[in-house]
Each structure stands twice: as C-alpha cells, then as structure tokens.
C-alpha cells in the first residue's frame, strides 16, 4: 500500500527541488513533486535565448520526462496558493495534499524595489516567456530602426539599457555587444546595428560585487572595449516607454530609449510569506524565509525552506546567495536528512562548500574566482562552458545545445532570432504612411 | 543610384516570395520584401512543433538571415492593409511603398466554413503560434487527466479528434498516437497514455484524396494499427468546449472530447480580396484571385500572384493545389517572366511540373504518389525524408534538425515538450479541493 509511505512534497522543480528529488530516488518514501510549470528550467543559460542563439526547448527539461523512471516520484502541475503547516497540508489549485515531510523550494521572481509600474517598461529574465518576450523586444527595435526616417527616433530605438550589473545584467550586456556588432552585421539596409548604444547601469561602485576587484575591472574592460557603456554608481530614479532617469553621484541624465531590461533586484515567491505568517517565522527584506541550521521551519522539523527562498546565516555572517549550486547543496542535504531521520540517524547540520563563482562576459570571455584561484578571459571562458556542460550532462538534451551552441559561436549564427507571441509589428510606430521609398541607403 | 532601377516588391516570404526572390539575386532590380514575420517558415514540419519534437527555430529561418548577402534585397517587416493596383503602391502599417513590378504571395489561412466560432474550441495549425499553442493544448490534457477523479472528465480529456484527414490531420492523427503510445509511456502515475482516443474525422470517402485509393487505404490501416479511428464520410455539425457533433451518413453522434484540432480547411488571405476588388478580379470560393497563363493579375501585367493565394487553372482543369512545389515553381516562374522582360524576351506561359505527392503517416511510415510509381511504408517515409532534407539544405541550421530529428526518431524523445505561453494551469478543471492524495494509483 503506498498510501502508508512516508509521504514527501516538494514544491518547485528548480535546482533545490530537482535535486532533493533525484537523490530520495532509493529512500522509502512516496514523493509529489508540485511545479507550475512542466519543466525544469536551466536559469543560468536564459540569457542565450533572450539573445536568439538558444532555443527554449535547448534549456528546458520536462519533468516527467526527468522522473519517468523514478517510480516513488509522481510529478503534479498546479499553482500553490497556501501551505498549512499546522495541518501538514498543501492548497493547490488541483486540491489538498497532505505530507508527513516538506521541502517547500518555490524559488524567486523579479523585484523593482517598489516601483512595479517599472515592470512594463523593462522586463526580468525569470521564465521562458520573459526571454521570447525580451527576444522579440530586441529584435524589433532593430526592425523599427529600420523603418525609421526620424534621426531622434531611430537613436532612441538603437539605445539599450541594461539595469543592474549582476551577472545577468553582465550577460546581456555582452549579449546584445554580440548582436549588434557580429550577428546583425549584414541584415540590414538602413541602420548599421553595431551603431546601437548599449549602456549598463550599476548602482554599486564596480560591476559583479561578488568577485573581487580585479575581475570586475576586467569584465567592465571587456565589456567597454565591445562598445558597452558601463555606467557605476548611478542608479535609476525612473522609467518610462521612451526614457530611463538616471543619477550618477549628484548627477541626474536622461537617456532616451526604448528598450529598458531590468537585471536589478530578485525577491522571494510569495508563498514564502503565506508559510511565514502561518508559522510565525521571520521574513528578510527580500522575503526570504530564515531557516534554521538543518534548513528547517523554525518550530516546524518536518517542512525544509531551500534554494533562492531560504535566508541561511552563512556562518553566522551574510546569508548565501541565490545561486544554483547553494540550492543545489541545500536539496542533496535536506535529503540526506530525510533519509536519516527515517532510519532513525543522528541529524546533520547543513554547510554550504563555495566551490567558487563562475561568470560569462560574452563571447569567449568569462571570470572565474575559486578563492587561491582568479582568472578571466578565454581559460575561465573554457572553464564555464566546461561546468556547465557538466551540469547539463544530467540531461538527455546536451548533446544537442552543445552542438547548437558551438555552431553559434564558430558562425555568428543566432538562427533562434524569431519574433514570436501576440503578433504586432510595431503598433507604437510613430510615423505611419511615411513613404519606405524614401528610406536613406545606409552609408557605409 | 538605386532608386532609379527596376522596383519589384515581393508580399510574403513563405515558398513562393522566398524563391521569386532568390531567383532575382543578380537581376538589375532593387527587391523589397515585405512580411508581417521576421521568418521564413517551413510549414511542412509545423506539426513537428506541435508534436513536441522539434523547437519552432529549427523551421524557422529569419529572413534577413536568408538575405543578409543579397544585396540587391530588403526585408520590410509590415502588416499589408492595401494595394493600390493603379497607383502601383502598396500600404503597410509602416508606410507607402511604390513598385514596378509587384509580386503577392500572402499565402492562406484557416477557414471554418463560415463557422467562426469554432475557432476557440478547434485550433487549426498555421503558424509557430498556432504550432505552440496546439502542443500546450496536447500537454495540458494529458496533465489535467493526471489530477481529474471523475472518470467521465477524464475520458473527455484523454479524447482527441482531428477534423480534416488531409495531409495535416493524418500527421497530426499519427503524431498524437506516437506521442499517447511511445513518448508519454512512462510519464504518468494516474492515467495511462496509451489509453487516450484518437479521432480522425473525413468528411470524403477516404483519407488523402490527392493520393490514389490504394495508398489512402495504407495510411488507414497504419493509422487504424496505431489506434487510431477514422471516422469516413463524416461531417462536423458542431463544436462546443466539451463535444463535437459529427454526422455519418444520417446518423448523429455525439463524441465527448476537450480537444478538437482544425485540420479541415484553408481560406486566401484577406488581401486577396482587396486586390482582386481593386483590380476587377475573380475570386474563387475560396478567396483565391484567378490568375492569366502568365500568373499575371488581370488588366495589370505588372502584378504577379502566386502560391496559396492564387487560382491557376491547370490545363484548364482544377486549379493547382496550395503545396509548397506549386508556389516555388511559380516564384521561380515569376522570376524569370520579370527578367525576360526586362531583357525584352518573349515572355513564356507558367507551366506546372507535377513532381508527385508524398505524405507522412507517422513513424518511419509515409505514402508517396508520382504518377508512375506508388509506394507506401518505409520507403515512402525515406524518400519523404530525403526530400524534405533537401530543401532545408538551403538553410543554416539543417545539420541540426537532422540530428534533433534523428535523435527523436531513435528514442521516441520530444525534448520540445514545452507547455508555454500564457501561464494557466488548467483554470478550467471541474473538481477544486479535491484530494489529491486520494488519487487511486495506475493499474499496471
């Protein structure tokens, strides 16, 4: 009777989630696995569909196709509205599961600090949808460029700023650096792409604050040389459809464009604070949960808070970071715990191991910082590619994005540059019935 | 100065335009084409996306990556509200483009036999948009079936009925059985895939009218061994969100099913309609402009229209069908007419080359007609293969569909299998709060 199973729930199939999953795979225990979502999604290489190089199927994995053969794993789609950890139940908008042990790993979503009339006017990166969407927001600027007879407009559609200089903003930086200058190069007719302005603006004093200072200057360099303008200690006091408000220091400017992508602030998913209230435990500023030393609910042994969701005091100092491979220690912990409570074992303590911190600036270029070892260029470059291949190793589609990946960089190609979703070409154009006829050829 | 040279404007970069195009690569003419897409789309394989197996850019490829080295060619993106036959000018939303040459291949779309508001319930199978959502549609109701109780809503869900069963709904029919029996088999821990319904509805006497009678009743019996159920001399009455009323011979019957795809029927594109008022054209019942030997607009020499939207009286017979083979030899046709011309050559009359037919059924199964030799099951599916290889040849990412393809074929994997777009997660599901851990287990 599997019913008498003792029962696991883990809510998100992310990095934490995914890998709890995967190594309970032996346990005695009856598994469900609750995602909005089908797939899992690989987040660190979302910005190569955003770019057009990847396509989404390249980085995401159904999860029944990763659980088909994991009999104690039975996978349900549905959005969870509220946990009751009293009850030992979870609300979905499928009906009530009831657990005997909990990983509640629902991840984070985008934060504008507040300013959520932002959100229009500069998309996050989070889902799949935010990068066909971000794609398409590219890629149309470019064709509205084309298009265009006015000189003021056409700069503004060729303008592009990225918020935030976390290794997302640093991606898309240099992303679009590549677009512009290398993929685009003959498309058009009108414009010249690579006169597109890309501009970074980073609140803090050096871009990616989690390496040391040496390979921030090094990447600020990189991205510099490629025509990136990187503007530090500015921050952006507004947003609207045709202008960013920026201020460096006492300085206010307006940049006007059109396309603003926001790569500044995460927080929490909210269901974090629903189980907080309900238990009585604190939330950070970021809507983090603060677990205990095993990872657990304060006063709740059984339900495990993991991932970009959990607020863990490193070491009685700042709490980790929102990464994969934190959510991923934290989910082979939690059950390496499960397993050991059941067979009635001593609990561990979860200790996260900083195997160093990894990111790509663009094309052949990355950092790398492992504490008695800092690098960039094309060596950690290799290196990137190298552990993230490791990583997509686990599943079945790698082959595949490796190839399409080393065909993109030999070629330049991005052959995934499509406009898709609702269908409209540039409604906001602001000089119809002009005559294309008249469109300038491009001097060059 | 380029202005001054011949000006031939292409309207479509499906088969038709991309190939007049292609062909005009070293004419003395300035091409301007114009689409409302940034891609070119190979629609042969548009149920391959449906299906889950392939990503929307392996049969994508965006125009100005098609044309980047053409020099003589530029891509417009722009939605065509109105040409101007007189005037020689056509009206996008981005403006007034003047011609001297114009060719319109704006191709079709669905068409519900003046009943529209099947539309909602019964998607047809036209663009990426279409392809995507159709596959979330498959996806969603094998994932609903999974968390539904009442066993008669689970019927409902696992039940698909394909209405048409010309060469887009027996690939469809065959797609859905490889999908519920091979693909979906160990996914599941409530239902069983293999259990679903599949429906193909013919309102002929058999599938594949184009094709002789001898190889329809081989895709039959294929799809019949796969589980499939033809439905022939059937008629479609009604479609509601949860039923279909279908019509055989004199008997109604009702089949209940939350899945209808619209394989059925296909409609000119609206502007067809403008021009051929414009013009004082004919139109045909199906909205196509009944084209002169020269597949010129009558009274207007200078005003091509080709593929999908044009009527061809074949040898003063049934007008030619909408397939790719008849538009790429009309643009090309169109190409050299434009040419000679402009060489002052006598001018040659369009002549269609019927090359044969070639249907796939499903896995390593497909039915091929040329006239001379008819052969149905492997060979049919190798040479259908091979064909269709060929003509991707002409794109960039070819080498890549062949390997996703190949590796799909070799482990029923559909990587693809993406429920994106709008995130609902069935809103519509009939039994809320239900328990789902009262699930009863799969009996297997």
Redesign the interface.
Known sequence: M??AQH?VVVIGGGFGGLTAVRRLKTAPVQI?LID????HLFQPLLYQVAGGAL????I???L??LF??QANC??????VSRIDPAARSV????????YDTLVVAAGATHSYFGQDQWEKYAPGLK???DA?NIRAKI?TAF?EA??ELDPAVRKRLLTFVIVGGGPTGVELAGTLADISRLS???????INPADSRIILVEGAERVLTPFPPRLSQHATEFLQQRGVQVMLKTRVNEIQADHVLVKTQDQEQVIETRNVLWAAGVQAAPIGKQLAEAAGASLDRSGRIVVEPDLSLPGYPEVFVIGDLANYPHQGETPLPGVAPVAIQQGQFVARLIIARLQGAPLPQFKYLDKGNLATIGKWSAVADFGWLKISGLSAWVLWLFVHLMYIIGF??R??VL??WA?NFL?N?R???????E?N???T?S???????ELP?REN
Request: glycine content about 4%.
């Open positions: 599997p019913q029962q469900k909005k979502r089908n797939f396509s989404p199927a390249n995401a994995s159904p029944r196709n088909a053969r039975q996978v349900l789609l549905g959005n609300t979905t908008n499928e009906g009530i599961v009831r889902t799949i949808e066909t890629l064709e084309e298009n685009l190069k003959h498309d058009f007719r009108s079945r589609n082959l595949l190839i399409q065909w070629t190609d052959s995934a540059r499509l406009i898709t979703g269908q070409t540039s409604d154009n000089t119809p019935l002009t005559s294309v006829s050829p």
